[in-house]
């Protein structure tokens, strides 16, 4: 499967911006996906993840401000980002996997986006 990422961009802390990935080449209803982010000089994170179920998942510090969703019909993934906060900048990327089992580690995501710039000023 291959993931295109849009909708990053500079806002003012307090604002929302809202991400979008798109997947072809494979049944996109097949897959768990993710949103993971990486900030400068840090490790990539978690942010939030929906199963091929539908039920999702939301890192500690996003949960109440993010909201994800998926249109199995369109193919995407969306990431809903209200009240954003200075440390969200970050570059995030979308992720896809097909295994069975849950997993919010971005090591077990084999397939990934190419990233899109968040960043929020104070």
């Known amino acids: 499967v291959q993931l295109q990422a849009s909708g990053g961009g500079l806002v003012q802390a307090g604002g929302s911006l809202r991400l979008s990935c798109a997947a072809s080449?494979?049944?996109?209803?097949?897959?768990?996906m993710g949103w993971f982010r990486q900030a400068p000089g840090k490790e990539r994170e978690f942010v939030a993840s929906?199963?091929?179920?539908?039920?999702?998942n939301y890192a500690d510090s996003v949960k109440g401000r993010f909201t994800i969703s998926r249109d199995n019909a369109k193919s995407t993934v969306d990431l809903q980002m209200n009240s954003l906060k200075p440390e969200d900048t970050a570059i995030y990327y979308c992720?896809?996997?097909?295994?069975?089992?849950?997993?919010?580690?971005?090591?077990?995501?084999?397939?990934w986006g190419q990233g899109t710039q968040v960043t929020v000023s104070s």
């Open positions: 992720a896809a996997r097909s295994e069975r089992y849950y997993s919010a580690r971005a090591v077990m995501y084999p397939y």
């Open positions: 080449g494979s049944t996109f209803s097949w897959y768990d």
């Open positions: 929906i199963r091929r179920s539908g039920s999702t």
